[in-house]
Structures are given as C-alpha cells and as structure tokens.
C-alpha cells in the first residue's frame, strides 16, 4: 500500500518520523517563506475604487523587504494584497457588500512568535486601506476573522506558520529540496510546497505530477 504526505515534506520527517537530518534546530536554520497574516472581511456597501486584485506598497520598498523577513514586531507601515472576489462574482456577498480578502506577509514563528497584537496589526491595515480608498471600512464591517501564523502552523501544520514551506533558496532548489520518495520507506511519498520542484500553486501541482510518474516507473 502507497501512503502519501502532503504535510510539509520537511518538518514531516522531523516531527513525525523523527529523522535527526531534519530535528529542530536544523528545521529552524533553513531558510523558510514568510508566513501569512490574514484578515477576512464582510462589508456593507460597494469600494467603487477597488479591483479583484489589489497590491498597496509603500516607498520604501527595499528598506521594507530586508527587515520583514526577520522582524519581531508587526510591521507599522505594512505592504499588503487585497482580494475583492464579489468584484468578479456577485454571489460572492450580499447585495450592496463586499467580500474582502486581506494577506500581509510577515515573519515566521522563529522570529516573532507572539501574536496578541493582532487586532492593532488588523486595524492597521484597515485604517490605511480606508485612507487609500476613500471608503470607511471599520463603520461598516458586517464580519472580521484574523489568521496568524499561529492559527495557520496550527490549522495545516505549516512549520513556524511559514505560508509557502521552504524558500527557493540556491542551496534549497532542485535536488537539495527534500525529496518527493522517503528516504527509508519505499512506500512512502511527499506532495507539496517543500519538496520538488517548489513552492506556489503551480509547482504544487506539478509536485503530484512528478510523484504519480515516480510511483508508475517504482512499480
């Protein structure tokens, strides 16, 4: 009989099967992809400026990006994306409401594992998003969920919260990702963002591929 993980390929090996390659601390010295923070929005009333997709950045781009990744505070002027799917689909709200969908990336569990300011970071990214569109959120929210890291690590298993599983470091792609057949189990196979060949919904995808031509020439 075939088993098949799509829990992340590497922590799998470390917390489950308890492998000393992939124990804890060297779990935590590989490089990981930023974890998200999530807001999930039920509005009254229509954000005429709004598209389905939406990117707000600031002017400090750079300076931004070499501190998120390792910061253990929640960032005061966060980058964000906002997803408005009733834009699109109707259906997707009541009439004359919105359905926003609001990812911030920010860092992993290793770095900041406290997340009781969440409703602050929340209200952050409201209030600039109300000030960019004209349109006052916080006065009319039907509905408000926020998922951290820690509720993410919890609800999939996601290592540290990292949204994406391991980073497409030089050292972490191709053959130095862990790889989709286990190790010592010849039954045994990985799915997912942190084996091969990486991580986003595509290579996801191509990831069941790879392991479905693997089985076929295995047996």
Not at 181 to 202: I, M, Q, R, W
């Amino acid at each position: 009989m075939d088993i098949f993980s799509n829990s992340d390929a590497a922590s799998f090996r470390g917390k489950i099967l308890q492998r000393e390659n992939f124990n804890e601390k060297k779990l935590d010295d590989l490089h990981w992809t930023l974890s998200p923070f999530t807001i999930y929005l039920g509005v009254k009333g229509k954000m005429d400026g709004m598209l389905h997709h939406n990117y707000f950045l600031g002017s400090n781009f750079k300076d931004y990006a070499d501190t998120i990744f390792t910061s253990s505070i929640s960032p005061k002027k966060p980058y964000y994306y906002v997803n408005v799917s009733s834009k699109s689909d109707e259906t997707c709200a009541p009439e004359g409401c919105e359905n926003l969908f609001i990812l911030c990336p920010v860092p992993d569990l290793r770095f900041k594992s406290n997340w009781d300011d969440k409703e602050d970071l929340a209200n952050n990214i409201i209030e600039d998003l109300s000030n960019r569109t004209g349109f006052d959120i916080k006065s009319n929210i039907i509905t408000k969920t926020i998922k951290t890291p820690k509720d993410w690590e919890q609800m999939f298993n996601l290592y540290r919260g990292s949204g994406l599983g391991l980073a497409h470091d030089l050292n972490q792609v191709g053959a130095f990702r862990p790889k989709n057949k286990d190790e010592h189990f010849s039954n045994l196979y990985y799915v997912g963002a942190s084996t091969t060949p990486g991580t986003g919904l595509p290579m996801v995808v191509i990831s069941s591929k790879l392991v479905t031509e693997r089985i076929n020439n295995d047996f």
